[in-house]
Nanobody, 123 residues
Framework: VQLQASGGGLVQAGGSLRLSCVDS????????MGWFRQSPGKEREFVGA????????YYADFVKGRFTISRDNAKSTVYLQMDSLKPEDTAVYYC?????????????????WGQGTLVTVSS
């Protein structure tokens, strides 16, 4: 698994962005995929995750109803659609692959990380 995230940028509060994370390896469809974020001075936190088939999704409470995670196994890509963005969503966003966990996905135990993509939400 080799993950490459993209799609970050500057957006006004209330706006939307879609992040993408592509796996250039050949085993994407075997992994649950997740998104994490890290703001300056804070620890990396879980945002959301999706199962191998895409049939099960789990979100952190602070993004429920605003963010949607999806995946396209044929394209080896996981997406994070972010709507109704708030200034407090400003962070570097990371994608991750975990062979075993979705709801219990933890930054301490994921198998692979992508590099981050910066999202900045202006007020």
């Amino acid at each position: 698994v080799q993950l490459q995230a993209s799609g970050g940028g500057l957006v006004q509060a209330g706006g939307s962005l879609r992040l993408s994370c592509v796996d250039s390896g050949s085993t994407f469809s075997r992994y649950n995929m997740g998104w994490f974020r890290q703001s300056p001075g804070k620890e990396r936190e879980f945002v959301g995750a999706i199962s191998v088939s895409g049939g099960f999704k789990y979100y952190a409470d602070f993004v429920k109803g605003r963010f949607t995670i999806s995946r396209d196994n044929a394209k080896s890509t996981v997406y994070l659609q972010m709507d109704s963005l708030k200034p407090e969503d400003t962070a570097v966003y990371y994608c991750a692959a975990d062979h075993y966990r979705v709801a219990g996905m933890s930054g301490a135990r994921v198998d692979f990380w992508g590099q981050g993509t910066l999202v900045t939400v202006s007020s």
